[in-house]
């Protein structure tokens, strides 16, 4: 784990605790961070960017002016002791075009990053296959480059330790690939724990390309996290498993994996759910401990996924006080869609008209199954869901 130098974490903690901030240093250096990014910076420019009331951000500003962080004239500019304490953060700002207050879909991948998804889109196709039964649907090649901009617009990238709690959608390759193209890395201290082998060592040669040290992991999330990950990362991201069990799991796990306090970051990405699935999603997010700080409704487009119509929100969620886990040791509940689904569903084949059953207890236990093996009179692929049959 990389940590800030004494001093600056003692001035950062200073000014938090002169202002009462309940972010804690890691609000003061995202000030400290959006001031590098925007000057000569207003205070409602930097407020917005940051997500903090104007106020707060005001009573910031003065409290780095008389430590000589800010000049004293405004808008607000550093001067050259602050932009000594941007480079011992390591988070001197990138330029991504657009503006700093838009989200969702207004997030456009600038032409100079038409490169990076256009390789991504060439490595979905090459990398290992989709594994239904562990609910995987990839995000699109521009998805994924669209959520690490969204990161850098909130002040979470460039950063220095981030943990990708499960990563079939290769978010490490991205955010080492967007960064090779911006001409720096955007991340120190990278790690990716997910369960399969075969996509860990696909992006360990990805991320070798590109230049950029991780710690890749094989670990079951039904088990807690390695101890060397625990409380290491400023910032987790997750795109869990699409069940309201899968949902609390993965970011029970997150958690575990952020540094004690207020103010680390958790992007969450979650389809749409019915109201009371919804509800219990919101309840874990407040019994863990983390605020919405943000939500941005279908931000996500996947390849395929027709469960949840293609689309999930990205939601950035934010650790306080009262941030801890919610499971201590292992779990062995439900955690992916087919583990709570028990009556099976009919498929017919699109050639034919052949009818098969998918679930648990048949021949057929994923449709991926049947559709590897292949109608049985006709040879083809293709299939279309009917309805459960209740009562088997």
């Known amino acids: 784990m990389i940590n800030l130098d004494d001093g600056l974490s003692g001035l950062l903690a200073a000014v938090a605790d002169a202002v009462g901030l309940q972010e804690g240093e890691v609000g ?3 000030v400290l961070r959006a001031i590098g990014q925007l000057e000569p910076a207003s205070t409602r420019a930097v407020s917005r960017h940051v997500g903090l009331p104007l106020p707060l951000v005001a009573a910031v500003n003065n409290e780095l002016r008389a430590r000589d962080v800010l000049t004293r004239d405004r808008p607000s500019r550093l ?3 602050g932009r000594r304490l941007l480079d011992d953060l390591d988070v001197d700002p990138v330029e991504v075009g657009g503006c700093t207050c838009c989200a969702g879909h207004s997030v456009v991948v600038p032409a100079e990053l038409t490169p990076v998804v256009d390789r991504l889109a060439r490595l979905i196709e090459a990398g290992p296959e989709i594994d239904l039964t562990l609910d ?8 994924k480059v669209r959520r690490v901009l969204l990161m850098m617009r909130y002040g979470l990238l460039p950063g220095r330790s981030v943990l990708l709690v499960g990563d079939d959608d290769l978010m490490s390759v991205t955010i080492a690939a967007v960064g090779a193209a911006l001409g720096r890395r955007l991340v120190h201290h990278l790690a990716v724990v997910d369960i399969s082998p075969t996509l860990l060592d696909f992006i360990q040669n990805q991320l070798g390309e590109l230049g950029q040290p991780a710690e890749l992991r094989q670990h079951d999330l039904r088990r807690p996290l390695p101890e060397r990950f625990h409380g290491a990362f400023e910032l987790a991201m997750t ?3 699409y069940t309201t069990d899968g949902a609390a799991l993965f970011l029970s796990r997150a958690v575990e994996g952020l540094r004690p306090g207020p103010g680390r970051s958790v992007i969450f990405s979650f389809g749409p759910k019915g109201p009371d699935d919804t509800l219990e999603v919101q309840r874990t997010v407040a019994q863990l401990g983390l605020t919405v700080q943000a939500m941005h409704r279908n931000f996500n487009e996947y390849l395929g996924a027709g ?9 950035h969620l ?5 941030t801890a886990p919610m499971l201590a040791g292992d779990y062995t509940g439900p955690l992916y869609t087919a583990d709570q689904r028990t009556a099976p569903r009919q498929y017919a084949c699109n050639g034919c008209g052949s009818r098969y059953l ?3 207890h048949e021949q057929w236990t994923t449709i991926a199954l049947l559709k590897q093996a292949g109608c049985a009179q006709c040879g083809g692929d293709r299939f279309r869901p009917l309805q459960l049959v209740k009562g088997r």
């Open 28 to 30: 003061v250096e995202r």
């Open 79 to 81: 001067t050259a002791y």
């Open 136 to 143: 995987q649907s990839f995000a699109t090649a521009a998805t």
């Open 239 to 241: 795109d869990p498993p």
């Open 307 to 315: 469960v949840i119509g293609g689309v999930s929100h990205l939601q």
């Open 318 to 322: 934010v650790s306080t006080a009262e």
């Open 358 to 360: 998918v679930g648990q």
